[in-house]
């Protein structure tokens, strides 16, 4: 509804009197601070120099300097539910956000799509008069809306942020990206051989995002969601800055954690009798029907290993930490900037990492984890062979879980294990130097992602709105921190927290946690009522070694019973550890075309794979072209990328047709004759014949017109292509080159393309239980 006008409308507008208020925009209180909120992926308690790790960070230690770190700061466990709830204040399940895009099934708890009811803090600062942006990672969508033809309701221009600068996704090759401008795709402004990487570009742009609201609105505050890459896998970073680690991790990670478990105490971040657990600490424990412990979460003790192994390993490490190191120092331009700008003093900043190290590279880590996507074994030796090149743009490095392991010291397992403090329990920094006294401080009290924005509205001095956009608003969840950040010896005003991830459960109550010794999904464990619980006092016993259990059956009773009471609160069922075959019958809604026959346009943008996809079947590409010069070159279409992908392209007038399978083997089909002047339609069929171990295998024909001019046979990919965001496009190829023939993004010259036509077969052979299982891995 308009504003009622409240000026005075006459004849003749001499006789009348304006109302400016309906129109003019909020302002914020005079001296209001700006909020920088800077958000890591997948960086565990373990790994920052300034939280005792060996990654050194000396813009995050330079915050820390200049205010607290929190030794108990805690996250859901997983990238997009604790990204919901840092700018919420609500819990992943009330948000619907107990999953990550890929894996919506439909229950409030999991929908993907936050409540406009659980207002964004950006879509409440701009309400008081602040410009509001978020530069990078976003993962706060369900997967079916990340398209151009899908609504935009979920993306950060539909909540509440004037400006975004990012990707989409939960991850993206940091030399190639899949960027997007506001509610449009681009192409990222240079290349790798530029000196192009995506962290220094996400930072040229929060600086630009931030200059223009200086210079236009000088007195106007701004809120900034700053979330890098990093360091979600692919680790990418030039070598000079992996370099530097060299012989840096070469004691292993068995010897890392010991390590930096004493730099933690003397640091005065944990006890000084805390103990470091077993490397498999839940290894011997099983379902109540017998299953065991996940295979990709046992730990291979650092002396089993071979020399070969301990060398590839190492060098994940080098890689991991230059990648964290080159990242922290682009953040540092970003700090510079704000300090030469007199911006630095007044403005908050929070700077955490999103859940705990990632066991997602598995016992051996990956040099393309493409291969364990499509159900091919990593081969250590041949990954050995390009050791060096891991972190480049010809790799998609992952380390092995060993590291995660030791990112996550001193805490038993990784991220998704919302029981485990390896999960859950992560770095934090607060920063303001105008508004907090706190120097170089530690605070201890147990604080949650979800208390982040109500901290934020005390020290802004702001009431949670009752009123967001027109919409009603549910309760803030989360608890303000203020109190605690201001003066050291406050008592905490939070008294209990709930955990529920993947079918992993805890309950945590003024110091101490019960919790369920229950696998993570897709472990299909199930029978959640025979789980086995137990207690810890984590405030003594930071890494949940002495189970209490026994000793205190009524409390543990009584938190099991704050647990469910919680649950009934904050849509904590249903409980979900399904296995990947079960999720293989679930559809999700989508705008994408069902009728098996995709026509794109020259001029449009990428279509994501999961669009259309058309892998582990047989296929067919059509093109209709008008040539013009007998010599045309460039790309009709490409979908993938380096890692996996296929293009049908010219070179010299020529038809060709590439299927780069995993990366290793460039399949090529050569025209036998080049194209003449003139329309015509070319094409590509591929017919399924058999297989090749997962791989699918049969006769690729290249065509113009009616004419068969080549035929070759080949193996094609059992699943997706693109770990990073590559779909499929026309007369270019965006991002890394599908061939080594040419550099993207070779576009289309001498021939213009009517349209090209995508059919895919019926005889699918893609091992979808792999492909969902492939979603647990890519979070």
């Given amino acids: 509804m308009a504003p009622k006008f409240a000026g005075k409308i006459a004849h003749d507008i001499r006789n009348s009197t304006p109302d400016w208020a309906p129109y003019v925009e909020p302002s914020a209180p005079e001296g209001a601070p700006n909020v920088l909120y800077i958000v890591w992926d997948d960086m565990g308690y373990g790994s920052w120099d300034l939280f005792g790790g060996l990654v050194e960070m000396p813009n995050m230690k330079r915050l820390a300097d200049t205010g607290v770190r929190f030794t108990q700061f805690h996250t859901t466990a997983l990238c997009s539910p604790t990204r919901a709830s840092l700018l919420t204040g609500r819990t992943p399940g009330s948000n ?39 530069v990078g990672k976003w993962h706060l ?92 896998a692919p680790h990418h970073v030039f070598k000079e800055w992996s370099d530097r680690y060299r012989g840096k991790f070469d004691m292993g990670y068995e010897q890392y954690r010991r390590i930096v478990l004493a730099r933690q105490k003397q640091l005065g971040l944990l006890p000084e009798d805390i103990e470091l657990p077993d490397i498999n600490p839940l290894g011997n424990e099983t379902s109540a029907d017998g299953s065991p412990w996940p295979e990709s979460d046992i730990v291979k003790a650092w002396d089993e290993l071979s020399d070969a192994e301990q060398k590839l390993f190492v ?45 997602e590279g598995g016992q051996e880590g990956s040099v393309n984890e493409n291969r364990w996507y499509n159900g091919v074994p990593e081969n250590v030796e041949e990954n050995l062979k390009v050791a060096d090149e891991l972190g480049t743009e010809s790799t998609h490095p992952h380390y092995s879980n060993g ?19 390896g999960g859950t329990a992560d770095p934090m920094v607060i920063s303001w130097p105008r508004g907090l006294e706190a120097r170089g401080e530690v605070r201890h009290q147990y604080i949650h992602a979800m208390d982040v924005v109500p901290t934020l509205y005390d020290l802004i001095g702001i009431a949670p709105p009752e009123m967001v956009g027109s919409v009603p608003q549910s309760p803030i969840e989360g608890v303000s921190m203020a109190s605690v950040l201001l003066d050291d010896t406050a008592p905490s005003p939070k008294h209990t927290q709930f955990f529920s991830m993947f079918g992993t459960r805890a309950m945590w109550r003024d110091g101490w946690q019960a919790n ?71 559809e999700q809604p989508s705008v994408s075309s069902k009728t098996g026959r995709m026509v794109l346009f020259p001029g449009g943008s990428e279509v994501p794979e999961r669009s259309f996809p058309i ?63 003139g329309k015509t339609v070319v094409g590509m069929d591929f ?86 299982k492939a979603n647990f891995q890519r979070d």
Avoid at 108 to 119: D, H, L, Q, R, T
Avoid at 324 to 335: F, M, P, W
Avoid at 547 to 555: F, T
Avoid at 760 to 769: I, K, L, P
């Fill in 403 to 421: 590291w995660a392991m030791a990112f996550n010291t001193p805490f038993k397992m990784y991220k998704t294990n919302a029981a485990w403090e």
């Fill in 687 to 772: 017919r399924k014949e058999g297989t090749d171990g997962p791989s699918p295998t049969g006769t690729a024909t290249l065509y113009i017109e009616s004419d068969v001019v080549a035929s070759e046979k080949i193996k094609v990919q059992p699943a997706y292509f693109s770990l990073s965001g590559e779909g499929s496009n026309v007369g270019r190829d965006r991002g890394q080159p599908v061939s080594s023939d040419y550099d993207s993004p070779f576009a289309l010259t001498g021939a213009t393309i009517g349209d090209v036509v995508i059919t895919a077969g019926t005889d699918v052979s893609m091992d979808y239980a792999r492909e969902l």
């Fill in 141 to 232: 969508s369900p997967a079916t809306e990340m398209s151009l033809g899908a609504s935009k309701r979920t993306w950060p221009l539909g909540r509440g942020f004037d400006r975004f600068y990012g990707f989409l996704g939960g991850l993206t090759d940091q030399w190639y990206p899949d960027l997007w401008y506001d509610n449009h795709q681009i192409d990222a402004p240079a290349r790798p051989s530029e000196g192009y990487h995506l962290s220094k570009d996400l930072t040229d742009h929060a600086i630009e995002f931030i200059s223009d609201s200086l210079a236009t609105a000088p007195d106007k505050p701004w809120m900034m969601y700053f979330c890098p890459g990093a360091c979600h």
């Fill in 615 to 677: 892998v582990g079947r047989s296929f067919s590409i059509t093109a209709t072209l008008d040539v013009t010069d007998p010599k045309a070159e460039g790309v009709i279409f490409a979908g993938g990328g380096r890692f996996g992908g296929h293009a049908l392209y010219l070179m010299d007038g020529t038809l060709h047709y590439v299927y780069n399978w995993l990366g290793e083997l460039e399949q090529k089909i050569v025209a036998s004759r080049p194209l003449t002047a």
């Fill in 315 to 359: 060098r994940q490490a080098e890689v991991f930490a230059g990648y964290a190191s080159y990242t922290d120092d682009q953040v540092g331009r970003l700090l510079d900037y704000l300090e030469q700008t007199r911006q630095l003093e007044n403005t908050i900043i929070i700077a955490v990492s999103d859940n705990g190290g990632s066991a």
């Fill in 96 to 134: 619907g956000m107990t999953v990550i895009g890929e894996m919506a099934d439909g229950f409030p708890n999991a929908s993907c799509v936050i409540p406009k009811e659980n207002g964004f803090i950006s879509e409440v600062l701009r309400e008081h008069g602040y410009n509001t942006m978020a």
């Fill in 516 to 586: 369920t010794v229950h696998a993570p999904a897709p472990s299909g464990w199930s029978h959640f009522d025979q789980d086995k619980w137990c207690l810890y006092h984590l405030d003594t016993d930071r890494n949940q070694m002495k189970d209490l259990a026994a000793e205190k059956p009524e409390l543990l009773a009584e938190l099991k019973q704050v647990w469910e009471d919680e649950a009934k609160l904050y849509n904590g069922y249903p409980l979900e550890d399904r296995t990947v075959a079960d999720f293989a019958g679930m």
